[in-house]
C-alpha cells in the first residue's frame, strides 16, 4: 500500500464547477498536512497547509479527518488558471512524503 | 532573494558516467532536501539535511551521495549513473521554525541516462 494515495484523475471540469480531490495516507503518526499545486514541467508550489478544523483559503478548502486518515481539497468556481496537478504531502518529522497527485484540467 | 537555484536545467549521461547536481538557497534555511519525481508519479525523498555537517538519508538514497559544508549548499553527486535514474531531480529548503513552514524548491534539474 502507498504512503499517501490521490485519485489520479484526470479530471475535466468546465469553468465556474466545483471539484473535489481526495486523498488517503497510512502512517497515523503523521503530523502535516498539505496541498502543493505542481505546473506541467514546474517545481511544485505550496498551496495551503491542512489543519484539523478544517481551513478555507478564497475558493479553496481542505479537510482533515484523522481518525479515517483522509484528506480533502475542494475547489468552488474552478478557473482556466486552476488547471495543474494537485499533490497530497503528509509529513512525520522530516520525512515528507508525496502522493502521486490529481491532475485538473478546467475547460473554458 | 533568488529562493532556491539548481544546476544544471538539463543533462544527458551515459551510463557509468558521475555527475553533480548542484542547489544553493539564500533563505538561510537550515534544512535541505533532495527529491527525484518520475512520470506521472510523486515525489521520493533522497536525502535531507537538517544543518552543515549533518546528513540523513530519505526514501530512495541508493546510487547518492550528498554533503552539506556550508548552509546554502547542498550537492548531490551520481556516481555512477544508471538508467533507472532517468528523473527529474528537485532540492527543497525549509525553516523549521514552524512545523507547517513550507518548502521552497527549485527549478528542477532533468536528468536522462542512455
Known amino acids: 500500500r502507498k504512503e499517501v494515495e490521490q485519485d489520479p484523475g484526470p479530471f475535466n471540469v468546465p469553468e465556474g464547477a466545483t471539484v473535489a480531490f481526495n486523498c488517503t495516507y497510512s502512517?497515523?503518526?503523521?503530523?502535516?498536512f498539505f496541498w502543493y499545486r505542481q505546473d506541467c514541467r514546474k517545481e511544485p508550489k505550496l498551496l495551503m497547509s491542512?489543519?484539523?478544523s478544517g481551513n478555507e483559503d478564497g475558493r479553496f478548502t481542505a479537510q482533515l479527518n484523522r481518525a479515517s486518515q483522509y484528506i480533502s481539497l475542494l475547489i468552488r468556481d474552478s478557473k482556466l488558471s486552476d488547471s495543474a496537478t494537485y499533490l497530497c504531502?503528509?509529513?512525520?518529522?522530516?520525512?515528507?512524503?508525496f502522493g502521486a497527485g490529481t491532475r485538473l484540467t478546467v475547460k473554458p | 532573494n533568488a529562493g532556491v537555484t539548481q544546476t544544471p536545467k538539463f543533462r544527458i549521461l551515459k551510463i557509468g558516467q558521475s555527475m553533480t547536481l548542484q542547489c544553493t538557497q539564500d533563505?538561510?534555511?537550515?534544512?535541505m532536501y533532495w527529491y527525484r519525481q518520475d512520470p506521472g508519479m510523486g515525489l521520493k525523498l533522497i536525502y535531507y539535511s537538517v544543518g552543515a555537517g549533518i546528513t540523513d538519508k530519505g526514501e530512495v538514497p541508493n546510487g547518492y551521495n550528498v554533503s552539506r559544508s556550508t548552509t546554502e549548499d547542498f550537492p548531490l553527486r551520481l556516481e555512477l549513473a544508471a538508467p533507472s535514474q532517468t528523473s527529474v531531480y528537485f532540492c527543497?529548503?525549509?525553516?523549521?521554525?514552524?512545523?507547517?513552514?513550507?518548502?521552497?524548491f527549485g527549478p528542477g534539474t532533468r536528468l536522462l541516462v542512455l
Open positions: 504531502v503528509v509529513r512525520n518529522n522530516n520525512d515528507m512524503r
Open positions: 491542512v489543519y484539523s
Open positions: 533563505m538561510n534555511h537550515n534544512y
Open positions: 502512517n497515523s503518526a503523521s503530523q502535516s
Open positions: 527543497a529548503s525549509q525553516n523549521p521554525g514552524q512545523a507547517r513552514e513550507t518548502q521552497y
